[in-house]
């Protein structure tokens, strides 16, 4: 069974103190780990860590709760950054109605030109959506114009929200959260979903998978993840993680 987790951020200060380590515990066995950015300064980061360590890919993006940093040269900056052979996505983007860090408008503006770079230089995203589902969609319509593979990252939507997605040709992954007693909705749509759009990952150091709920999370929990998507599903978690490997392994190109 390989794991690939497919988005976390190792980058956090919550791993300055064992990073080395934490990404060993799941690359040693040929795991994978998507390192995500969050801002321009951290795009910079995950691709210098990335580049160092095997098993470890990154995407470059501003997220939505940093939206306010961005400038007029962030694009360019970006741009550069994912040149980088490690670097295989643009994220993490989109939109956070939840927290409203950065002012709406301020965060579609800059959700919307990520899109645009990423169909331009050829990359897949990855996406966040809180409590944003309909602006989210609309932008992701307008800017994909059909031809942008991406993840809809850590899925809180409805059934179906998840079918449209993967109309557009979208793959749906899942977090920790679908282990959390309190999550039907996400169980449900993690039981109905086609296997071959389907991707696992921790968000970590957030999102910890029950028994870990509350505690810092980190890319080997991703197993629990699978585990817990292979109950649901009435299959083994070596089918799901093998299958959610591939699946990774295809959106990304990673290898
Ligand atoms: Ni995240």
Same mark, same amino acid.
């Given at each position: 069974?390989?794991?690939?987790?497919? /988005?976390?951020?190792?980058?956090?200060?919550?791993?300055?103190?064992?990073?080395?380590?934490?990404?060993?515990?799941?690359?040693?066995?040929?795991?994978? =780990?998507?390192?995500?950015?969050?801002?321009?300064?951290?795009?910079?980061?995950?691709?210098?860590?990335?580049?160092?360590?095997?098993? =470890? !890919?990154?995407?470059?993006?501003?997220?939505?709760? *940093?939206? *306010?940093?961005?400038?007029?040269?962030?694009?360019?900056?970006?741009?550069?950054?994912?040149?980088?052979?490690?670097?295989?996505?643009?994220?993490?983007?989109?939109?956070?109605? /939840?927290?409203?860090?950065?002012?709406?408008? =301020?965060?579609?503006?800059?959700?919307?030109?990520?899109?645009?770079?990423?169909?331009?230089?050829?990359?897949?995203?990855?996406? /966040?959506?809180?409590?944003?589902?309909?602006? %989210?969609?609309?932008?992701?319509?307008?800017?994909?114009?059909? &031809?942008?593979?991406?993840?809809? /990252?850590?899925?809180?939507?409805?059934?179906?929200?998840?079918?449209?997605?993967?109309?557009?040709?979208? !793959?749906?992954?899942?977090?920790?959260?679908?282990?959390?007693?309190?999550?039907?909705?996400?169980?449900?749509?993690?039981?109905?979903?086609?296997? *071959?759009?389907?991707?696992?990952?921790?968000?970590?150091?957030?999102?910890?998978?029950?028994?870990?709920?509350?505690? &810092?999370?980190?890319?080997?929990?991703? &197993?629990?993840?699978?585990?817990?998507?292979? %109950?649901?599903?009435?299959?083994?978690?070596?089918?799901?993680?093998?299958?959610?490997?591939?699946?990774?392994?295809?959106?990304?190109?990673?290898?």
């Amino acid at each position: 069974m390989r794991l690939f987790d497919t /988005h976390a951020h190792l980058q956090d200060t919550r791993f300055d103190d064992d990073r080395e380590a934490v990404a060993a515990r799941i690359t040693k066995d040929g795991g994978l =780990v998507m390192d995500c950015a969050c801002s321009v300064a951290g795009a910079a980061q995950v691709t210098a860590f990335a580049e160092s360590h095997e098993g =470890v !890919y990154c995407a470059v993006g501003i997220h939505p709760h *940093d939206a *306010d940093t961005f400038t007029s040269g962030s694009i360019q900056a970006l741009r550069e950054l994912a040149k980088k052979p490690k670097a295989l996505a643009i994220g993490e983007i989109g939109l956070d109605y /939840h927290y409203d860090l950065s002012p709406r408008d =301020v965060q579609k503006e800059v959700f919307a030109a990520q899109l645009a770079l990423a169909r331009e230089i050829g990359l897949p995203v990855i996406v /966040h959506d809180r409590e944003a589902h309909q602006d %989210t969609l609309d932008i992701i319509r307008a800017e994909g114009r059909g &031809r942008l593979p991406g993840v809809m /990252h850590c899925f809180s939507g409805s059934w179906e929200s998840a079918k449209i997605y993967l109309d557009l040709g979208f !793959y749906i992954s899942f977090s920790g959260t679908v282990t959390f007693s309190n999550a039907r909705k996400t169980a449900e749509i993690a039981s109905r979903l086609p296997l *071959d759009r389907l991707l696992i990952e921790t968000d970590c150091p957030y999102l910890a998978p029950v028994p870990f709920r509350g505690k &810092r999370n980190e890319p080997s929990f991703v &197993r629990l993840v699978a585990e817990k998507i292979a %109950t649901l599903r009435g299959t083994t978690t070596e089918a799901v993680a093998n299958a959610a490997f591939e699946n990774g392994q295809r959106l990304f190109g990673a290898s």
